[in-house]
Structure formats: C-alpha cells, structure tokens
C-alpha cells in the first residue's frame, strides 16, 4: 500500500497484542516516529519495543500494512481515527503471561520491620498520638464503654427471666412477648435481652451463629437492648396474623 501523508496532528487509534486478550483506545501525534512509537506501547503492552512488530488495520478490521520504518513518521502511514495497530511480541512471551496476576511476587514487610519505618501510616499516628496511639483518647473512650456496660448491665438486672414485656424499638410497632434470657452474649457486646415474641416477629429461634440461649419457634425469637425493653402486665395481643 502506498505511503500518504496526513496532516491530522493526532489521530485515535486501537492497540491490540499477541501478548493479551484486551484492546485499549489510545490517541497519539501522528509526529511520532516509529522507534518512539513503540516506545510508548512499552507500556501498554509490556514487551520491550526492540522485540515488537507493528501491523496496521482498518477500522473494518482489514490488513493495510506493517509499520516497520524505524525512523518514518507514524502519521506517514495510511494511520485514521478506528484503526487498530496489533503488536506482535517476537521476546519469547506467551498469551496472557502479563493478565495472570497470581505470578506477580507480591512485597510482603514484617510487623517488626514495619514498625521500624519513619515514612508510614503507622509512624505518623505515632508522632502525632493519633487514633489508638491517643493515649487519652483512648482512655476516654474506654471509660466511656465501661459506662456504658455498667449502665446496661443495671437495667438489665431490673428485667427478669418469665416476665411478660414490650418492646419499644425506635421506627417500629410496639411488640409484646416473654422475656427468656439476660445477660451477655458471643455475638455482640454489652447486655441483651432474648425475648420470646407472642407472634412471629422475630429474627432466630433463640439461637445465634449456632448458640443457643432460649428455645422458641423460628422467627418468634429476638435479642434486643435492655433500654428498649419495658416489663409489666403485658397480656397478649391479637395481631391479626392468623387472618386471611
């Protein structure tokens, strides 16, 4: 085919290679020479330019010709906006050598030689007694958790197992059951209260991540926090449920 000039000062192109599966749209000056041509699909192709050779294709995907003038510029070449330059890798690699990411050695640093460094996150929150390096930050909130379950753990103590409750969680209905257990748990910390409901309200059978702390039917169990709970005279009520 017959080398033209074009005076188009960039032109937008696809890259594809014998290396990958993938295609990537990329816009070049068509001032480019060869040599520097390839210098920049280094990058994007991962074989070393001395190693490549350059086919150019149509928009319609039709071979036009070889790019293989080092010093020619690349806008010498019948070159236009969709057309496709391939890079076949003559270096000894192999289809997708560069996509499988399991054999890239990963950089891996031990806790001690981490600690060591005076450039990382962990040594900055150190030098500036930032988050759980606040000594009195962390104290403070501390002091405030412990509060916390000291407050808790005395309302709970005011509920006692067998006693008939309502449940007064912010943004739902009122729900009535039997309190079934007091106390703390594996699942979250603090103080919580198992609560049997008169209707299947609930969210478990009284078990949670296979413990069990009550015995109930499926979806009539809950734990809720002993702020929500309220003991008294609380007979059952008809929900309606059952109706069809």
């Known amino acids: 085919m017959e080398v033209t ?11 594809s ?3 990958n599966s993938f295609r990537s749209q990329k816009r070049y000056s068509r001032s480019l020479t060869i040599a520097e041509f390839k210098g920049k699909l280094q990058l994007i192709v991962g074989c070393p330019a001395s190693c490549m050779e350059l086919e150019l294709y149509g928009p319609d995907d039709k071979f036009y010709s070889k790019l293989d003038q080092e010093d020619a510029l690349l806008g010498s070449y019948p070159v236009d906006d969709g057309c496709r330059i391939h890079v076949i890798d003559h270096s000894g690699a192999h289809l997708g050598e560069y996509e499988d990411m399991s054999k890239v050695e990963k950089y891996k640093i031990s806790q001690e030689a981490y600690d060591q460094r005076q450039d990382s996150v962990r040594s900055f929150l150190k030098r500036n007694k930032l988050g759980r390096y606040n ?3 962390r104290a403070q909130q501390e002091a405030e958790s ?33 309190v079934m ?17 008169d209707e299947p309200l609930g969210k478990n059978d009284g078990s949670v991540n296979g413990k069990r702390y009550f015995e109930c039917q499926a979806k009539y169990g809950a734990f809720i926090k002993p702020s929500v709970v309220t003991v008294g005279d609380f007979p059952e009520e008809d929900y309606g449920l059952d109706e069809m």
């Not at 074009?6 to 890259?15: C, E, K, N």
């Not at 006693?163 to 007064?168: A, G, L, N």
Request: with cysteine; charged share 25%; glycine share 10%.
């Open 135 to 137: 000594e009195e930050e």
């Open 146 to 178: 412990a509060q916390r379950l000291s407050e808790e753990e005395a309302q709970a103590r005011a509920i006692a197992v067998g006693s008939r409750c309502e449940v007064r969680a912010p943004g739902q209905p009122p729900r009535r059951g039997t």
């Open 181 to 197: 257990y007091v106390g703390l748990t594996d699942f979250k910390p603090g103080y919580w209260i198992g609560v049997r409901y």
């Open 17 to 19: 290679s014998s290396l």
């Open 5 to 15: 000039g074009l005076s188009a000062p960039t032109v937008t192109v696809f890259i």
